[in-house]
């Protein structure tokens, strides 16, 4: 019998078994916020180091220069793997933009750490952010994710959160990460922004009066 589903058939994971669903990714239909999730192989050493959090800090600025349909504009560095919030025009530049990225941080921690082989242990995760209370709670989870994992408290320093990190964040130009993100629920925002303001774009934004 021909055609349907085939054991085996697909794209083959990397790795022993698929740690991502390689379901075809939603199709982006305008500039659009997405949530990525890139996770490390085993054996590359914590990622939260001041020297390869720097060489992947400097990957982001040259992968945005490379690809300018993706703009990095949150982040957060774990030990093995990084969670970011893009945003892309489309869904190529968000395919072309990620893959870039990965290999520009591939080369360059295999060059720090003088090894060879796969660094990523899986092709990457996203989830489009089409409302703003998606947005605000995946920025959220992203500034958050080391106390998470950790318990740490304050300013995580491997995080988009650090104002030394500021540099190699690209501005948004589509409406929900410059404005639109203050339209979320106030339960949401002030799980967000707890008794501090959080700006995106180039000017200090406000979430709605109580």
Known sequence: MRGGRRKGAGRPPNGDKAMVDHLRRPSLEKVTPVHVTLRISNDIPSLRSSRRFAAIKACFVKAQQEKPGLRVVEFTVLSNHLHLIVEADTSRHLSRGVQGLCVRVAKALNALLRRAGRVFA???HSRLLRSPTALVNAIRYVLGNAQRHYGETGVDHFSSENEENAGVLAEPSGWLLRRGWAKAPRRVLDRLLGS???????????????
């Open 122 to 124: 899986d092709h990457f």
């Open 196 to 210: 501090r303001r959080y700006h995106l774009g180039s000017q200090m934004s406000q979430p709605r009066e109580r």
